[in-house]
């Protein structure tokens, strides 16, 4: 069973910087997509960012110019790097796989981010 392990979450002040890792207990070399999404409180989860086995990647317009996701393959380990946070930031961030275009997204357990202004 694949598993997800986030970790890097945490309370930081407006304007600055978090870095997000997710550590995946299988070889991410040719997983079709990771990502993050994340969901703040009484509202539904959003899709943050992306990244292809290509390499290609997507961000959320909110966070185009502040985010950017990476994989490093010989870490098993994709990261959400994270600029100039405001509180709308807030929320738990969830680390997702899946792993052919068919298949079902498969999540890590979350790990809370909290922007304080």
């Known amino acids: 069973q694949v598993r997800l392990v986030e970790s890097g979450g945490g309370l930081v002040q407006a304007g600055g910087s978090l870095r997000l890792s997710c550590v995946v207990s299988t070889p991410i070399t040719n997983i079709y997509r990771l990502g993050w999404y994340r969901q703040a409180p009484g509202k539904q989860r959003e899709p943050v960012a992306t990244i292809l086995a290509t390499g290609v990647t997507n961000i959320v317009d909110s966070a185009k110019g502040r985010f950017s996701i990476s994989r490093d393959n010989a870490k098993n380990t994709v990261y959400l790097q994270m600029h100039s946070l405001n509180s709308e930031d807030t929320a738990v961030y969830y680390c997702?796989?899946?792993?052919?275009?068919?298949?079902?997204?498969?999540w890590g357990q979350g790990t809370q981010v909290t922007v304080s202004s």
């Open positions: 997702y796989l899946q792993l052919g275009p068919f298949d079902s997204n498969r």
